[in-house]
């Protein structure tokens, strides 16, 4: 497993266990930086604010982005293999979270109505990869020596994990059993993000991702027993939060561990008020951790990127909204898919399909950038293809030919320089 120092880990870290007090690694790692170097919290601040305003003028737009979701099940029991239902209930989690479509939004106070927005990004379960294992996962703590291991060989099979899809492409969410229930799940921001802290992205390109606790999973698995003999009720918001995280979104309380008071430097996003510390698992609307400063509104724990309880969150915010859909149209820009067989059936037209090998696509949108096809099978390795283009057709037609492949489905992908085109072809020879 990957060793890493607490001030270099960047994870939405639930801590539920009495030692467990480090939620996160990022403000270890500020600390460090800030006495190190006089000053870099003031400039990495002045940066933060200046990109989230960019972010929001820039990628405000009413753009919808659909993002593909690979879901691996690790399971050593069979609690741990779970339903197809428990499955698809998370995704419409995000999708109702992401979408504002989620009936306990009405709980978001007054000061924070006009903050609340629809990120216009929407999941779609691509598939759903159960994989086997005698394994045990866990994350490996030394609370001295400010140094952990993170449970990555979930992600490899070489490692007894499960293999990921092409993450440049795919969203891969890893559900296994963690043993010690320290962990709910961790993300991995994208890569060279200017808000994160050096070597905060995957070590590896395979791990880039998400894992989660399968006891965290799902719109209401049971109840979690915390370390007290507590219950914790969960509502699939670990997934949500660790979404943000990986589109670039870090904690709203910033980077307490750098300030006295706790409040002078946050995540660098003015609509999120400052907050000196996370709320754990509770839902104190009357709390503010910051009371002293001028004109300051209470801590927003109904936000998703706060450690309340999954009761309590129920928004992101416009520049957290801005931020996310920056990254997408950037450092992710290949995530983004603008048609699935669902949602937007008529985008791209393959005919006939199935096919018993040769056959025609037609496209609906005009392409004015240079664009490219490619051919996949659904464990998401690329197949050597040829598309052509019929220039002598009207409109935007190709040509294929699958006749060498065994039957089955495939993907059939076209991406330029805007988006990303998906369709299933089905072969019957």
């Not at 428990?86 to 006009?114: K, M």
């Not at 007894?160 to 963690?178: E, F, H, N, Q, R």
């Not at 791209?348 to 025609?360: A, H, L």
Request: hydrophobic share 40%.
């Amino acid at each position: 497993m990957r060793k890493l120092a607490l001030p270099l880990l960047l994870l939405a870290f639930h801590a539920i266990a009495p030692r467990a007090q480090i939620p996160c690694g990022y403000d270890p790692w500020y600390q460090r930086a800030q006495s190190q170097h006089p000053g870099f919290g003031a400039r990495h601040l002045a940066f933060l604010q200046a990109q989230a305003h960019a972010a929001f003028a820039e990628y405000r737009n009413e753009e919808e982005y659909l993002i593909p979701v690979v879901v691996h099940i690790l399971w050593r029991e069979a609690a741990h293999n779970l339903s197809e239902e428990r499955i698809r209930s998370q995704i419409e989690v995000l999708n109702r979270d992401f979408g504002q479509q989620n009936a306990d939004l009405a709980q978001l106070r007054p000061e924070f109505t006009d903050v609340g927005t629809d990120a216009r990004i929407r999941f779609h379960l691509t598939e759903i990869v159960r994989v086997p294992t005698d394994s045990t996962f866990s994350l490996e703590v030394d609370w001295q020596g400010l140094e952990l291991r993170l449970p990555e060989q979930l992600l490899l099979s070489a490692r007894v994990g499960s293999d990921p899809l092409d993450p440049t492409y795919y969203l891969t969410v890893c559900v296994a059993p963690i043993e010690d229930d320290l962990l709910f799940g961790y993300a991995y921001p994208p890569p060279d993000l200017l808000n994160w802290p050096d070597n905060s992205a995957a070590e590896y390109y395979a791990f880039d991702g998400i894992v989660i606790n399968y006891k965290a999973f799902g719109a209401q698995p049971p109840p979690f027993l915390q370390a007290d003999g507590s219950r914790t009720e969960l509502r699939g918001r670990t997934l949500v939060h660790e979404v943000g995280h990986y589109l670039g979104l870090p904690h709203p309380w910033g980077n307490f561990a750098l300030n006295q008071d706790g409040c002078t430097y946050d995540d660098g996003i003015e609509d999120t008020p400052t907050s000196a510390t996370p709320s754990f698992f509770d839902c104190d609307l009357s709390r503010n951790s910051c009371f002293a400063h001028l004109e300051d509104l209470p801590d927003m724990v109904e936000n998703f990127m706060d450690y309340s309880n999954d009761a309590c969150r129920v928004s992101f915010t416009h520049q957290q909204v801005a931020i996310m859909r920056a990254v997408l149209a950037q450092q992710r820009r290949k995530l983004r898919v603008l048609e699935t067989d669902e949602r937007y059936p008529t985008e791209i037209i393959v005919y006939p399909n199935p096919t018993s090998g040769e056959g025609r696509v037609y496209l609906r949108r005009e392409i004015k950038s240079d664009y490219q096809f490619r051919l996949r099978n659904l464990a998401g390795e690329r197949l050597p293809i040829p598309v052509g283009r019929n220039n002598a057709e009207p409109g935007l037609s190709f040509s294929f030919d699958l006749s060498g492949l065994p039957n089955g489905v495939y993907l059939l992908e076209l991406e330029t320089q805007q988006w990303r085109f998906v369709k299933r072809v089905a072969l019957l020879k």
